[in-house]
């Protein structure tokens, strides 16, 4: 899957990227290449606003396997500017008050072998969203989002992996809302997973988020409840977390259990702040250990301590 990956110690890159409107339509794009032999990637693509309640927007992209620049960062379903090539429709509308609705198709194929996938493959995204706001501190949205990638198969009956379809999906219901110096946000999420072989898997996960902020001194603090059941791997949940500063918190939720976090942040003085965090998770699925190797811990429960103290100067 690697034989088209950049190797060596030099590459010589250049590209040439264009913008250009033309009445309510703006055409965009961007074509480079790279000195290995057919080395060519592009992204092409138009946002069209017929109305100001209406946007739409089409992209097209091309990467040939042996394109592979060292610092390339484009739209892309993998991580590698190579070896895929896709077409992604989009649309949001604003058809009436406090409502906004969201949706996309992509397609894309891969015409070479990928990690994991013995073969060239071709997947598929679909998303709708639908966001109601009929407040400015009440904000509210729906999401289900459906992905469908081929990948690798394997058992201990199979000698040598096949690869299947695999489609995955997820759906999500978020609501914020705020009042006085407290604000608050729930999120319910659910998803599915199909191996291509043996029966569907599910997973959901439910948290709670309260945030206060106090009037009289220089205090805020963030508490949040969460509730996740995941027990097949591929149902693993990720949840975005406030953190101390310069941290970014973004744990994996797999398995079935709790997980709670208090964070604060505390400005001592005009120019000396506290932060402080702790966080812990309580596995409920009979599991003795928590991790592997170093990391190993024993028992059930999880916990985190973080503390940053800021001076400036």
């Not at 892309?76 to 190579?82: G, L």
């Amino acid at each position: 899957y690697n034989q088209f990956y950049f190797q060596g110690k030099e590459q010589t890159a250049m590209s040439l990227n264009y913008r250009f409107r033309i009445n309510k339509i703006s055409i965009f794009g961007e074509t480079g290449a790279t000195n290995k032999k057919n080395g060519i990637g592009t992204i092409n693509g138009f946002d069209f606003n017929p109305t100001s309640k209406v946007g739409l927007v089409a992209l097209f992209r091309y990467f040939s396997k042996e394109f592979d620049p060292i610092f390339g960062n484009t739209f892309s379903e993998s991580s590698r500017v190579n070896n895929e090539r896709g077409v992604y429709l989009g649309t949001e509308i604003r058809p009436i008050k406090y409502w906004k609705f969201a949706a996309y198709i992509d397609s894309y194929r891969f015409d070479w072998m990928r990690f994991g996938v013995d073969k060239p493959s071709f997947g598929k995204d679909y998303l709708a969203q639908a966001t109601f706001s009929p407040k400015r501190n009440v904000s509210m949205y729906w999401r289900y989002k459906y992905e469908e990638k081929q990948h690798n198969f394997s058992d201990t009956t199979t000698v040598m992996s096949f690869v299947t379809n695999q489609p995955h999906w997820n759906a999500r219901y978020w609501l914020s809302y705020s009042f006085g110096q407290f604000s608050f946000k729930n999120q319910f999420d659910m998803n599915g997973f199909n191996d291509g072989i043996n029966s569907s898997t599910f997973g959901y996960s439910a948290f709670q988020d309260v945030s206060y902020r106090l009037t009289k001194i220089p205090l805020t603090l963030d508490f949040r409840f969460h509730v996740f059941d995941a027990q097949n791997f591929e149902n693993r949940i990720y949840t975005y977390e406030k953190d101390v500063l310069y941290a970014f918190s973004i744990p994996m939720n797999y398995g079935l259990g709790t997980r709670y976090y208090v964070n604060l942040k505390y400005d001592i003085l005009s120019n000396f702040t506290l932060w402080m965090k702790l966080s812990q998770t309580v596995y409920a699925d009979n599991r003795s250990v928590i991790s592997s190797g170093n990391e190993l811990i024993e028992g059930n429960r999880k916990t985190d301590f973080r503390i940053l103290l800021r001076y400036k100067f």
